[in-house]
């Protein structure tokens, strides 16, 4: 994760602490990045990064320096950067594309209606579908995947929806994550996962139209320390249909 360890916005699913960087960076990053990822000998990597609503460009020039250095040294590694909005800054955006990662990732993480409480306020449904958009449009050869949680209270046709929307502006890939709370603040996990039986995903697949054929096969999505949810059972919901919260959750 680029551009520090502390994001200007307060997403309440989120474990990342919130403040204000003052507009400090480290010009250095994108370097000892580079140099990280050739000690690992990795080969592929997602790129992501705090949201820097305290700089100008959002980061975005750090965020493809550091892409840049990567390829400049190591060409043969494949980038997904899993970009923040940028606040919808076009110009920013394109600082971003620029620099030619091979998958550009950024997330709606939710359906619609449960954005507006889930997500920081400066963030939004339509925002992600228009940063998505304008990354096709400006770079149509460059595969755009997005992800969604699961557990956070959606129904099922709201994920179907959201996935229609996110074709509708030419995402190739989607990832579905289970939520697991990072904390006893973060809102609350409300279904382990919404059930999609494999003839239905296969005929939503289709229905959607999928790219089945997209080379990009990596996944973005971190992983989370396990917690114990002794409450939430895979594949079930308590009698009244929503999880028991935990103490202190919200
Ligand atoms: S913008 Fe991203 S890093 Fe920042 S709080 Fe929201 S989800 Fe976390």
Redesign the pocket.
């Known amino acids: 994760m680029l551009l520090g360890e502390v994001?200007t916005?307060?997403?309440r699913f989120?474990a990342?602490p919130?403040g204000n960087p003052g507009g400090i960076v480290d010009r250095e990053e994108p370097v000892r990045l580079a140099e990280a990822i050739a000690e690992l000998r990795l080969s592929s990597v997602v790129l992501t990064s705090?949201?820097r609503d305290d700089l100008t460009d959002g980061g975005a020039s750090i965020f493809a320096a550091a892409i840049r250095e990567t390829k400049r040294r190591l060409p043969p590694v494949k980038i997904e950067a899993l970009i923040?909005d940028f606040s919808g800054n076009d110009s920013v955006l394109q600082t971003l594309i620029a620099s030619n990662p091979d998958v550009i990732g950024h997330n709606i993480e939710t359906v619609r209606r449960l954005s507006l409480g889930l997500?920081?306020p400066r963030?939004g449904y339509d925002q992600s579908l228009h940063v998505l958009e304008r990354v096709r449009e400006i770079s149509p050869q460059t595969i755009t995947k997005s992800s969604i949680m699961l557990g956070l209270g959606e129904e099922r046709e709201e994920v179907l929806q959201t996935m229609r929307d996110l074709r509708s502006v030419g995402v190739r890939a989607l990832t579905l994550g289970q939520y697991l709370p990072p904390s006893h603040a973060a809102a609350p996990l409300v279904a382990t996962f919404i059930q999609m039986n494999s003839r239905n995903s296969r005929t939503k697949r289709g229905s959607l139209g999928s790219a089945s054929s997209c080379p990009a096969r990596w996944c973005a999505a971190p992983t989370t320390p396990h917690r114990r949810f002794p409450h939430a059972q895979a594949d079930h919901r308590s009698s009244s249909g929503r999880s028991r919260p935990r103490p202190g959750a919200r």
Request: charged share 30%; net charge neutral; hydrophobic share 30%.
């Open positions: 994001c916005r307060a997403c989120c990342v919130t705090v949201d923040p997500r920081d963030a």
